[in-house]
């Protein structure tokens, strides 16, 4: 995957477990929320990754 299209997906994670936390502690599933909050994690992780594509190339 090259730089836009791994922010892409990070921002989509970073949606979607935001969401899911969200709904997680209005409905006090605690499980839910720890996804929510691994799934930002993921999509933090995929826009750093893209960060140092941009910087260094797509070729990493």
Same mark, same amino acid.
């Given at each position: 995957m090259g730089e836009f299209t791994d922010? $892409?997906?990070? #921002?989509?994670? +970073?949606?979607?477990?935001? $969401?899911?936390? #969200?709904?997680? +502690?209005a409905t006090d599933n605690e499980k839910l929320v720890a996804e929510g909050e691994a799934q930002q994690v993921k999509g933090t992780a995929q826009n750093v990754k893209g960060s140092?594509?941009?910087?260094?190339?797509d070729d990493i």
């Amino acid at each position: 995957m090259g730089e836009f299209t791994d922010k $892409v997906a990070a #921002a989509g994670n +970073k949606v979607a477990g935001n $969401v899911k936390e #969200a709904i997680g +502690k209005a409905t006090d599933n605690e499980k839910l929320v720890a996804e929510g909050e691994a799934q930002q994690v993921k999509g933090t992780a995929q826009n750093v990754k893209g960060s140092v594509k941009g910087a260094l190339g797509d070729d990493i």
